[in-house]
């Protein structure tokens, strides 16, 4: 493959964003159709939460293998590259929303919930009997609202989905958790930071441009910065650079120089100092450690 693929459900050409706000199946539905190996990629704007009931495998997201043994819950952000190698045939849900929306929610409902949303996620859980099982009507729940779409879905698939999120924070997040985080207009500054970052990445433009884009001073922005994300503006315009360096490297075929260009690095030999500075490996060394399962 020459990029990683972008799908709205994996083996279906991605829609946009307002085609499908939530999708419900079982696991075997899908993984079984493909031999219970996913490959590798990724959703734009879409979080998956797999609820395994049964069976196990190993999962891949962002160059990361996880091995997930039911029960458990795996959380997918969008825009993470990942896939599944099941031992066989597993069982259980997988739920499939657009994001921002959740994200937007969440941030005056309930901020504490942002990490959980934001990164991927492996959580063991109890052997629970049908009835004791809290997961279990929420799960029921939104597939009887998928398969219904009744008047007003969206915010009722919303108000389910973070009534299921909370429960998953309640059963083993309280570390990745955030409960006391401020709301208001620094919240918003920093989640159009995020977007600005998400957008212009690529262009490699100087901290300058994102102050003046959110029309504030530079300084502001670096506080601003340090305060959420516990970095400076230039750290965390090249962590999301480096993430996308990450995935290409692990999940595409395309060459070193094609993967530099793409990123907007003028030459393979800039990009490789850029990702060595961050990685201590060169492209070359992180995309053979991969490829033998050392990372």
């Known amino acids: 493959m020459n ?3 972008s799908y709205a459900l994996y083996g279906e050409a991605a829609q946009p964003v307002w085609h499908e706000s939530l999708h419900v199946e079982t696991i075997s539905n899908r993984s079984g159709a493909y031999d219970w190996s996913i490959e590798p990629h990724r959703h734009d704007s879409q979080l998956q939460i ?3 009931q049964q069976g196990g495998g190993r999962v891949l997201c962002d160059s990361v293998h996880l091995a997930a043994h039911a029960p458990c819950i795996i959380q997918i952000p969008a825009q993470s590259a990942h896939g ?4 066989g045939p597993v069982e259980g849900k997988v739920v499939t929303a657009l ?12 901020p504490g919930l942002l990490p959980l949303l934001r990164n991927r996620r492996l959580i063991e859980l109890p052997h ?21 779409r009744g008047r007003e879905h969206m915010a009722c698939s919303t108000a389910l989905l973070l009534a299921l999120l909370v429960q998953i924070l309640r059963l083993g997040e309280s570390a990745a958790a955030e409960p006391g985080q401020p709301r208001g207009r ?14 212009h990445f690529r262009s490699h433009r100087p901290v300058s441009d994102y102050a003046d884009l959110l029309g504030m001073t530079l300084a502001t922005l670096g506080r601003l910065c340090q305060e959420r994300l516990g970095m400076s503006p230039l750290a965390a315009i090249n962590a999301r650079l480096l993430l996308e360096a990450r995935r290409e490297l692990a ?3 395309r060459s070193i120089k094609e993967i530099a260009h793409d990123l907007g690095f003028s030459d393979e030999g800039y990009f490789s100092r850029f990702f060595r500075r961050h990685t201590r490996l060169t492209p070359s060394e992180f995309r053979n450690q991969v490829r033998q399962g050392q990372l």
């Open 3 to 5: 990029k990683i693929p």
């Open 50 to 52: 797999l609820y395994l």
């Open 84 to 87: 599944f190698d099941w031992q």
């Open 99 to 110: 994001q921002p929306p959740l994200e937007s929610v969440a941030e005056l409902l309930a």
């Open 128 to 148: 629970w009997s049908a009835t004791e099982d809290p997961l279990l009507p929420l799960f029921a729940a939104l597939e009887e609202e998928y398969l219904a």
């Open 186 to 199: 620094r919240s918003q500054q920093i989640r159009q930071f995020r977007k600005q970052v998400e957008i």
């Open 251 to 253: 999940y595409s075929s």
